[in-house]
Structure formats: structure tokens, C-alpha cells
């Protein structure tokens, strides 16, 4: 089939077929479980070839992930697709007032090469859990993922119901210029604004995972073996190619050189020789290898900086100026870049000076400077003394603000996002309150006052 008539036999499916029931839900959900259980080898070695992805870091942060959202969604459907009561206002008497949550209809996915397992799956299970049919449509530069993950939808799924897309540019402009009843994409920022302008034209709500450069703050009091343990991992996590990666590293003059001592320490620790280590990433392409070793060429390398032609070794960057290259792009590679403070609300005011950030992290152990932070500095999300880790809570919404993205996503936020609240007031017959109803005398005005108080 082509683009237009997958999307038109979806779109078919759902005008003419009653909406799948709650049990009819949980059991394609548990179909997919089954299917990713089944090829969990085989996702691990395309993760590995498309990646270099070890199995350890390929289950902790693709295959658990999207298996954990299949979980919470199959514990917890009946409830969260339960109509919800909610109280009536005395004007409205006799009548009871309740949402129900309807899905939006066909929708569309569309996922990045960085977890291409995890960002394409999970949404999916959201889009599923909420009764829509959905076309998925994985990255091109992780072929390999997005293989297995064809045979996994083909097997799980008649395509009036789910189907993957393959392909790259072409095949992405053919389907942004399908109408969908919701998209959500995750990538970049540039790719998300041609996205959000195209859904435009047929008013399609979207959500947008997009990237951004997240800070990280180290403040004085922090305990600093721990900081530089939390920091390396979330760091080095797939090579640096994470939309929620410590981006720099904002440091307190103070401990600068025993956190970056540690890190360093951990680093070797984790991976040794990183460029001969079997378990250390590598770059998705040649071009975006080539893009963060130039975003090192004259800066002062205090640790690493070394490449083979297709991997990067984890890399800190000192006395960075906040108008040098590094600082003007996500850097999505294990390059950290390190800049000293002295004072807080400096850092504060720096940090308001540029666009929302995806994530944000701050290492202290003072309560103000916690709640400083929190009150007044925006971003997406975050954590307190770690990094990366808010991402793996389903009880917790993910998503950006501003330039990071809109909308949020993971266990019932991801039912929520692909699904319409449909409001209803039932009424009853019995009674009819008089006084909404025209001519309005002042007896009438007087009481509706009182009525809506």
C-alpha cells in the first residue's frame, strides 16, 4: 500500500468499526509484550549494529522502558478509561455531570535514531492503551531497529489497527502531508517546527519531544563522589546521545577540581580504553561524528577528546566561554563542556537568558538553593541530586516547555495525550429550572446570582 492508502484504510477502519473495547486494548497490548519478549535477542543486536549498544544498556534503556509502559498500561486501563465524574453546579440541577475519554482516531508517530526502540514503542503503547490506530514511522538512520520493529507491528497487528512506514525524507513529507487526528514526533527542534507547521493545516493537535541543551548545576555543598558518579553515567549514557544528557556542566569554583578528578575517575572506571571498549556507543553516522569533534577544535581539552572515525571517547571541555561553538548547539555526543561560578543567582540569570532547557539537574544538598532553582528557573524536567533517571517513572509526565517541546508523555499521561476529554452533562427531566430562560426579569437575574456564586 502506499502512504495515502494505509492512512485512508485506518482512517476507514475507524469511521466504520466500533472503537476497540478496554479487554480488546489489553489484549493487543499483551500481544506486544509477548512479541518483544520473544525478539529480545534480536532487538539487542540491532541496537547493536545500528548503535553499538550493549545488551545491558540496550535493556535498561529501550526494551525495559517501553515493557514497563506495557505494564502500567495493562494494570491500569479499566481505570484510567472509566468515565470521571465530576461535580454538577446547582444552575444545571438535576443532572449529572461526567468526561469520557474518547480516542482521537488515526495518528501518526514519528521517532528519532538515538532510542529507536524505546521513542518509537512507547508513545505507541500510549496511542494503543487510548483506542487509536496508529502508523509508526522509526528513523531511517537506525535501519536495523526499525526492521525488527516492522516484523514486531506486522506480527502483533492487522494494519487497519498499526503499521510501521519505512523510509527517510521522502517517505516523511508524504505522511506529514496526510491529514492525522494527532501526531507526535520526537527529534529536533528545526524538524519539529516543519511538523508543527504542516499539522497546522489540518488543525492536528501535536505533541513535540524536542531537544535543547540541558544544564547541569554543582553547587558547593554537593557530595561530590556521588555527583561525579550520577553525572558520568547520564553523560556517557548511549554515547552522549541522549535528548536528555547533561549538556554542560555548571560547577562551583570551589569543587571543580575534585569533580572533575572523579569524573574522569568514573569514566575509566565504566569503560576503561573507551574507544576499544566493547560496551562504549559509537556515533549513528559519519556526519554527526564528524559535527562533535568540530565542536572541540579550539577549546582546552581537559579529558578525552579522541576519535576512531566512528567513536567519540567521553570528553571534558575547561574554561569554556558561553559564547564558544560548543555552547550555541546541542551537543548529542559525549562531549561535557565545564564552566566554573561563583555565585548562583549569576548562574540563575544566565540560564533565563537562553531558551527553555529539556532537562535541568542540580547537585546540592542546601534547600534553598534547591528551591531557588525550582522557582525560578523553567525547563522540562529534571532531577535533584542524579541525571537522566526522572525519564524512567512512568508516574511522572516527560516532556519540554518552550523551544524543548510541548506536551508530555509515559504511563496514564501517554493515555491522556491521545485522548480527546469529551465532556457530557446529563440531564434530568424532572425539574426545569426557569430562570435561565428569557425574558430575564430582575427576580430571574437575581437568582441566577445566587445560582452561580
Not at 493487543?28 to 540491532?46: G, K
Not at 535528548?243 to 576503561?272: K, M, N
Not at 548529542?332 to 533565563?352: C, E, H, M, Q, R
Amino acid at each position: 500500500m502506499t502512504i495515502r492508502e494505509l492512512v485512508h484504510l485506518q482512517r476507514t477502519a475507524h469511521i466504520n468499526s466500533r472503537p476497540l473495547s478496554v479487554d480488546e486494548r489489553i489484549e493487543l497490548l499483551e500481544r506486544l509484550r509477548a512479541a518483544i519478549l520473544h525478539r529480545e535477542q534480536d532487538i539487542c543486536a540491532a541496537l547493536e549494529r545500528d548503535l553499538g549498544k550493549c545488551p545491558g544498556e540496550a535493556y535498561m534503556a529501550e526494551i525495559g522502558i517501553v515493557l514497563s509502559e506495557i505494564s502500567c498500561a495493562v494494570a491500569h486501563l479499566c481505570k484510567w478509561a472509566a468515565p470521571k465524574r465530576v461535580r454538577t453546579p446547582l444552575l444545571l440541577f438535576p443532572a449529572r455531570s461526567y468526561i469520557l475519554k474518547e480516542p482521537y482516531g488515526v495518528t501518526l508517530i514519528m521517532a528519532p535514531w538515538n532510542y529507536p526502540f524505546q521513542l518509537t514503542l512507547a508513545p505507541f503503547v500510549g496511542a494503543l492503551a487510548a483506542g487509536n490506530r496508529c502508523i509508526l514511522k522509526p528513523s531511517n538512520y537506525s535501519p536495523e531497529t526499525s526492521r525488527v520493529i516492522d516484523e514486531i507491528i506486522i506480527q502483533c497487528f492487522p494494519p487497519e489497527i498499526a503499521s510501521v512506514v519505512l523510509g527517510g525524507r521522502m517517505e516523511n513529507q508524504a505522511l506529514l502531508e496526510e491529514k492525522f487526528d494527532y501526531i507526535f514526533f520526537t527529534g529536533g527542534i528545526n524538524v519539529g517546527r516543519y511538523v508543527l507547521e504542516k499539522a497546522a493545516k489540518h488543525l492536528t493537535p501535536v505533541t513535540l519531544e524536542l531537544g535543547g541543551k540541558s544544564p547541569c548545576i554543582v553547587d558547593e555543598t554537593a557530595h561530590i563522589p556521588t555527583a561525579a558518579r550520577r553525572i558520568a553515567f547520564g553523560k556517557a549514557l548511549n554515547s552522549g546521545q541522549t535528548c536528555v544528557a547533561p549538556d554542560y556542566l555548571l560547577v562551583h569554583e570551589s569543587v571543580r577540581e575534585e569533580l572533575l578528578t572523579r569524573i574522569v575517575d568514573c569514566w575509566y572506571q565504566f569503560y576503561g580504553n573507551a574507544l576499544s571498549c566493547s560496551q562504549w556507543p559509537k556515533m549513528i553516522s559519519k556526519r554527526h561524528y564528524d559535527r562533535v569533534m568540530g565542536l572541540m577544535e579550539g577549546q582546552q581539552i581537559y579529558y578525552g577528546g579522541q576519535g576512531d572515525g566512528e567513536r567519540i571517547s567521553p570528553t571534558l571541555l575547561t574554561n569554556v566561554s558561553w559564547n564558544a561553538p560548543v555552547m550555541q548547539e546541542e551537543i548529542f555526543g559525549p562531549v561535557l563542556p565545564v564552566i566554573s561560578y561563583t555565585s548562583l543567582d549569576d548562574v540563575i540569570a544566565k540560564l533565563n537568558a537562553r531558551e527553555k532547557p529539556l532537562a535541568l539537574y542540580l547537585f546540592s544538598r542546601k534547600a534553598s538553593a534547591q528551591e531557588k532553582i525550582l522557582e525560578q528557573v523553567p525547563f522540562g524536567g529534571g532531577c535533584i541530586n542524579d541525571t537522566v533517571v526522572h525519564l524512567s517513572n512512568h508516574r511522572l509526565p516527560f516532556g519540554g516547555v518552550g523551544n524543548s517541546g510541548m506536551g508530555g508523555y509515559h504511563g496514564k499521561f501517554s493515555f491522556d495525550t491521545f485522548s480527546h476529554d469529551k465532556p457530557i452533562v446529563k440531564k434530568g427531566n424532572w425539574l426545569d429550572i426557569r430562570a435561565r430562560y428569557a425574558p430575564f426579569t430582575r427576580q430571574k437575574t437575581d437568582l441566577i446570582k445566587k445560582m452561580m456564586k
